[in-house]
């Protein structure tokens, strides 16, 4: 795996960006040791996540009307534990979710930007003639899938059509998803981290992915620094209080 680079401010976070040809896309994670897994998918939320899930997506169905993939979105970010991980097509937004954190103690340790060559994975998948490849943000089977991921037809979503995690532009039905810039890596039916599906697949992580290391005290200097760009949590979280509540609800009772 290639090492990271160091960033201390933002100057030097754009000369470690610099000379990128492909389509990139950026994670922002606070704390830096975490691994590429959702959050549905880690050990303690891994036998509640889908039922709050399914819970979730057919009350949002009936008090606004969005389908299955816009429901689960905005579940990912509300905090519901879903199989989707947050990107975005902004190095600044991703830069800002690694100097900060809804967990306090996170500001105690380094960040890291996740800098993603999302065309060569995309290619590598078809390379490989992986049923992944054949699923993209408008297809049928994207449906398809989510369709019985919500009708719970199988009690571990496996579907040969998801072999692999699969990038999914955002439908920015509401304002958070547009500021964020956002788009997802939805996982399928292997639920290993992404740096372990790489290796079973034969996939060599460190050419699709490189990372950037934030150092926890170069954090609050670069904070200051997006301010000035206008990447604030003010401007990135849009809040709907109907969404925040039915979140807790759900999640108190599912406890």
């Excluded at 993939?69 to 975005?88: G, K, N, W, Y």
């Excluded at 100097?99 to 993603?116: A, S």
């Excluded at 955002?170 to 639920?191: H, I, V």
Aim: glycine content about 4%.
């Amino acid at each position: 795996m290639k090492q990271s680079k160091i960033a201390n401010n933002y100057s030097e976070y754009m000369n470690a960006l610099d000379g990128r040809g492909d389509q990139y896309v950026f994670r922002g994670q606070a704390f830096s040791k975490y691994v590429l897994i959702p959050s549905g998918l880690r050990g303690e939320h891994i036998n509640e996540a889908d039922t709050q899930m399914f819970e979730f997506v057919d009350e949002l169905k009936k008090i606004f009307g969005f389908d299955e993939l816009t429901c689960v979105e905005i579940a990912q970010h509300f905090h519901l534990p879903t199989r989707m991980l947050d990107f975005s097509y902004s190095y600044d937004v991703a830069l800002f979710f690694a100097c900060t954190d809804r967990h306090p103690n996170h500001v105690d340790y380094d960040g890291k930007v996740f800098i993603f060559n999302k065309s060569k994975y995309e290619r590598l998948l078809k390379e490989q003639n992986r049923q992944s490849s054949q699923v993209t943000r408008n297809n049928k089977l994207l449906y398809e899938w989510l369709q019985r991921y919500i009708d719970k037809e199988t009690s571990n979503v496996a579907n040969e059509q998801l072999d692999m995690p699969i990038f999914v532009d955002a439908t920015q039905q509401f304002d958070r998803l547009y500021m964020q810039k956002g788009l997802f890596l939805l996982w399928g039916n292997d639920e290993s981290c992404f740096e372990e599906i790489c290796k079973n697949s034969n996939i060599d992580f460190s050419s699709v992915v490189e990372t950037i290391i934030i150092p926890k005290e170069s954090k609050p200097v670069i904070i200051e620094e997006l301010k000035k760009k206008n990447i604030t949590e003010d401007t990135l979280y849009m809040n709907i209080d109907i969404i925040k509540n039915l979140v807790s609800t759900i999640r108190n009772k599912n406890k």
